[in-house]
Nanobody, 124 residues
């Protein structure tokens, strides 16, 4: 079992930056786990933001490409999401997810473990 805890959410003005963290515990957090970030705005489905494989290959949604960066530190059991040039449409609850795989999943159904989410609010 893997437990995930997100932190770093908050309120920021458009153009600002936030850094989200996702701390993993419960099992050895290793390069065997693919990690992802998803977000969900009120009344909308959960959508893919970015994911990273155990070997640090990354994928991004077109809407965040060039603005968001995912990274991982296996020694600290932590995944990060650096969000720059934030826009009001980035406002959502952001969720961290994990699955034991060597691939880079992009769908919510592919992930087995989820955090509780952290709110990100971007004002114009």
């Amino acid at each position: 079992q893997v437990q995930l805890v997100e932190s770093g959410g908050g309120s920021v003005q458009a153009g600002g930056s936030l850094r989200l963290s996702c701390a993993a515990s419960g099992r050895t957090f290793s390069s065997y786990y693919g990690m992802g970030w998803f977000r969900q705005a009120p009344g909308q489905e959960r959508e893919f933001v970015t994911s990273i494989s155990g070997s640090a290959y990354t994928l991004y949604a077109d809407s965040v490409k060039g603005r968001f960066t995912i990274s991982r530190d296996n020694a600290k059991n932590t995944v990060y999401l650096q969000m720059n040039s934030l826009k009001p449409e980035d406002t959502a609850v952001y969720y961290c997810a994990a699955v034991r795989t060597f691939s880079i999943p992009t769908t919510p159904q592919a992930f087995h473990y989820w955090g509780q989410g952290t709110q990100v609010t971007v004002s114009s």
